[in-house]
């Protein structure tokens, strides 16, 4: 992806824009009825996207079942860096009408601590905090385009990654 990371330029909206269509594309129909920029009660949160898990996916079953999962936000974030706050602001959002999995849409893999701050997070809380970076976002694109495997598929291969790396 060209757009530079950021908000100069509007980079960030444009990167939300473009990742809302493109997400709602790939992954329909496991996940469907997307959502785009929906406030909580109070108006002060925004959940950048969320989709209705229609569990029609084995791993989408399993999500459902493990974290109660029956929608599932995703936080776009055009930044350089994943920081803590960004994984605090999505844990934040983790509630009994969603569930207690999520996911971060971003530029670059995240830093180790920050991989490390979303192991202990489900050490602690049974949380599961999933971060894409534009490496995963671009094989789902071109599995999307080639047939050969269905988009979901690499977010349940980045969920099989996360949980081989929670302790036992």
Not at 6 to 32: C, I, R, W
Not at 129 to 143: F, K, N
């Amino acid at each position: 992806m060209k757009l530079p990371t950021g908000k100069s330029g509007n980079a960030d909206k444009q990167y939300e824009d473009l990742m809302v269509q493109v997400l709602a594309s790939m992954l329909y129909p496991h996940l469907d009825f997307a959502q785009e920029q929906s406030r909580t009660d109070s108006g002060v949160q925004i959940r950048d996207l969320i989709f209705y898990n229609n569990r029609s996916f084995d791993f989408l079953t399993e999500i459902y079942d493990g974290y109660d999962s029956r929608q599932l936000i995703f936080e776009l974030k055009n930044v350089k860096e994943v920081e803590r706050e960004h994984i605090n602001q999505l844990n934040r959002y983790l509630s009994d009408q969603f569930g207690r999995f999520g996911i971060i849409c971003t530029r670059n893999p995240p830093p180790r601590n920050i991989f490390q701050s979303t192991i202990d997070l489900w050490s602690g809380q049974r949380r599961c905090i999933l971060i894409l970076d534009d490496i995963d976002l671009e094989l789902m694109g071109s599995v999307f385009e080639s047939k050969q495997r269905l988009p979901i598929e690499i977010v349940k291969r980045k969920y099989i990654e996360f949980t081989r790396s929670c302790p036992g």
